[in-house]
Nanobody, 128 residues
Framework: QVQLVESGGGLVQAGGSLRLSCAAS????????MGWFRKAPEKEEKEQKF???????????SYDDSVKGRFTISRDNAKDTLYLQMNTLKPEDTAVYYC??????????????????WGKGTLVTVSA
């Protein structure tokens, strides 16, 4: 089992920045591809949407087109922690952000369908 706990969400104005963290405990953090997903609270979405992924040692990163150039995913395996630095935030970034751990072969294969462990989420609200 892996427990994932997100933090760092909150209310920010458009153009601002936030840094999300995800603390992992349980099985070896370094053995998982890690990622961030999100679900907009006002939309009837059935599953979380992919935001970013990072390989086991951090050398490969993947982003959804909607956040490229604005968000940066990183990880510190010594601290068992995943991060998401979010800059130039837009109102459409408003969502609950979820940390995810996967046994996927590599970061480019991460999707909501192959996540093994989910965090409970942290709400990010971007005001216009």
């Amino acid at each position: 089992q892996v427990q994932l706990v997100e933090s760092g969400g909150g209310l920010v104005q458009a153009g601002g920045s936030l840094r999300l963290s995800c603390a992992a405990s349980g099985r070896s953090f370094g053995g998982f591809v890690m990622g961030w997903f999100r679900k907009a609270p006002e939309k009837e979405e059935k599953e979380q949407k992919f935001v970013a992924a990072i390989s086991r040692i951090g050398g490969v990163k993947s982003y959804d087109d909607s956040v490229k150039g604005r968000f940066t995913i990183s990880r510190d395996n010594a601290k068992d922690t995943l991060y998401l630095q979010m800059n130039t935030l837009k109102p459409e970034d408003t969502a609950v952000y979820y940390c995810a751990a996967s046994r996927a072969y590599n970061a480019s294969l991460l999707s909501a369908n192959n996540v093994d462990y989910w965090g409970k989420g942290t709400l990010v609200t971007v005001s216009a």
